[in-house]
C-alpha cells in the first residue's frame, strides 16, 4: 500500500495535520511510538500553550475543540504588559468587531488527548507506534521504522520538534542561535484572582508572564531568564523562589497560596533552510523555533497545518504533493514565520538593553503605543492570528477543505 501522506510525530501539529488532510480525502499514516491518549488528571501540567482565537477555528476544524477538558482550560479577555526598565506598559483589550476571548491557555495532554480522540473516529487514519529512522527519496518516497519494516508514501510530513529525524534524514541544514536563557514554568495560586488577563513584565534578565488558568486564583507561570539566574531559581528553596516571583510582578496578585513543582528548558531561535525538499515538508518545531516570550510557537505550527491542507486542496483535485502546491505553502509560511520570529527576537533584544537612553526609548515608545488605539487594535489582531495573510479556515471557522491557493 501507497499511503498518500505519512506524518512523523503525533505532538498537537501532527496528530491535527492528520485530522484536516484525512478529512481532505488524504489516506494517511501517522508515526508515533509513545502516543499517551490519557485524559489529564489532577493539577493543570507544566506545560501549557496560549492559544489564539485563530488556532482555536483549526482545532474546531478537526473537530478537538469540543472534546477538550473544558474544565481546564483557562482564558483571558485582556493583556497588561510593563516594562521593569522604564515607566512603559501597554493594556490591550479584543479588537473592535471581536468577541470571545483574547485566547486560551491549554495544558499539553488536554490537547493531545483530544486531538487523538478525534483521530479515533477517522477509519482513514492509520496509527503506527513506530519512529523514522531513515527514507529514500523518490516517488513514492520509501520510509525505514525502527522495526525494521518499510512504508511507501507520496508526501511525508516531518511534524516530530526540534530534534526532527525528517530533517535530518532530509540532509535540509538548520540555522541555531541559543539565548542563553531558559524558561521556568510553574503553576502558581495567588492570593488574588487573576480576573481573566494575562500579564507580562520585562526584567533586566528576562520576560516573565502569568498566565490565566481555569481557576481565578490560579496561574501558569513563564519565566524566561539568563541561565545563572535559571540556575539559582531551579535550585533555590519554594520560599525564595515565592518571594522573587512576587518581586517580578510587583505583587500585582498579591501572596502565593499555592507553588506547583517547577520545569525548565532552554530557549533558542531556529529556522530551517526549508520547509520543502521534495516530497518532504517540515511543519512546527521541526522548521522554526521562536522565543515564547509571544506565547507563538504552536500557534505558528498550527497555521503551518492550516496553509498545507489549504495549498494541496482536497484530494479530489488532484493537487497533492505537487512541486508547485508545495512550493506555495513554503513561500508563504517561510516569510510568515520569519517575520515572527524577527518580531520575537527584535523584543528580546530591545529589552535586554540596559543604557538609559534606550530605556527612556523603549518606555516613551510604549506609552505613545498605548495612546494610539488603532495600532494597538492592529497589533493584537495580529497576535490573535486574525489580521494577515492567514489560511482561509482561520478567517471562515470552515473546514479549510477548500480549493487549492493559487
Known amino acids: 500500500m501507497i499511503f498518500d501522506i505519512v506524518i512523523a510525530g503525533g505532538g498537537v501539529v501532527g496528530l491535527t495535520a492528520a485530522a484536516l488532510l484525512n478529512d481532505a480525502g488524504y489516506s ?36 478537538a475543540w469540543a472534546p477538550l477538558d473544558h474544565s481546564r482550560v483557562g482564558r483571558f479577555d485582556a493583556m497588561q504588559v510593563w516594562d521593569a526598565g522604564s515607566s512603559g506598559h501597554l493594556d490591550f483589550m479584543p479588537p473592535p468587531g471581536h468577541h470571545g476571548a ?23 487514519v492509520s496509527l503506527q507506534a513506530h519512529a523514522l529512522t531513515g527514507f529514500e527519496a523518490g516517488v513514492p518516497v520509501v520510509l525505514a521504522l525502527d522495526d525494521g519494516s518499510r512504508l511507501r508514501t507520496r508526501l511525508l510530513i516531518g511534524a516530530d520538534g526540534a530534534n526532527s529525524a525528517v ?3 532530509a540532509g535540509i541544514e538548520q540555522t541555531k542561535v541559543p539565548y ?27 520576560p516573565i508572564a502569568a498566565l490565566p488558568l481555569a481557576a481565578q486564583r490560579e496561574c501558569s507561570i513563564v519565566w524566561s531568564c539568563n541561565d545563572e539566574r535559571a540556575a539559582e531559581l531551579m535550585a533555590c528553596e519554594d520560599a525564595y523562589f515565592i518571594g522573587a516571583l512576587r518581586e517580578a510582578f510587583e505583587d500585582c ?25 521534495g516530497r518532504c515538508v517540515l511543519l512546527g518545531d521541526a522548521a522554526h523555533l521562536m522565543h515564547p516570550l509571544a ?22 483535485a488532484g493537487v497533492g504533493s505537487s512541486t508547485s502546491a508545495l512550493r506555495r505553502f513554503e513561500r508563504w509560511r517561510k516569510s510568515e514565520t520569519l517575520a ?6 527584535g ?52 473546514s479549510g477543505i477548500s480549493p487549492p491557493r493559487s
Open 28 to 63: 494517511v499514516c501517522l508515526l508515533e511510538p509513545r502516543l499517551d491518549r490519557s485524559r489529564p488528571q489532577g493539577e493543570i501540567g507544566l506545560r501549557t500553550y496560549a492559544l489564539t482565537p485563530a488556532v482555536r477555528r483549526i482545532l474546531e476544524a478537526a473537530r
Open 102 to 124: 483574547m485566547g486560551y491557555i491549554l495544558e499539553q495532554q488536554n490537547l493531545v488527548a483530544a486531538l487523538a480522540e478525534s483521530l479515533a473516529t477517522r477509519p482513514g
Open 167 to 169: 530533517r535530518k534524514a
Open 180 to 206: 542563553r536563557q531558559s524558561a521556568i514554568l510553574a503553576n502558581v495560586a495567588f492570593a488574588r484572582g487573576h480576573g481573566n488577563i494575562a500579564r507580562q513584565r520585562f526584567l533586566d534578565t528576562g
Open 253 to 277: 496578585l498579591g501572596g502565593v497560596t499555592h507553588l506547583s513543582a517547577r520545569a525548565a528548558f532552554p530557549l533558542a531561535r531556529a529556522q530551517a533552510a526549508q520547509m520543502v525538499d
Open 295 to 316: 506565547g507563538q510557537g504552536l500557534n505558528m505550527g498550527l497555521m503551518d497545518v492550516a496553509a498545507l491542507v489549504e495549498c494541496l486542496g482536497p484530494a479530489t
Open 340 to 345: 515572527m520570529t524577527a518580531v520575537t527576537d
Open 347 to 398: 523584543l528580546h533584544r530591545l529589552f535586554q538593553r540596559n543604557e538609559n537612553v534606550v530605556r527612556q526609548a523603549r518606555g516613551a515608545g510604549m506609552n505613545a503605543t498605548q495612546r494610539l488605539a488603532p495600532l494597538k487594535h492592529w497589533l493584537i489582531a495580529r497576535a490573535m492570528g486574525t489580521a494577515g495573510d492567514v489560511p482561509r479556515m482561520v478567517m471562515s471557522g470552515a
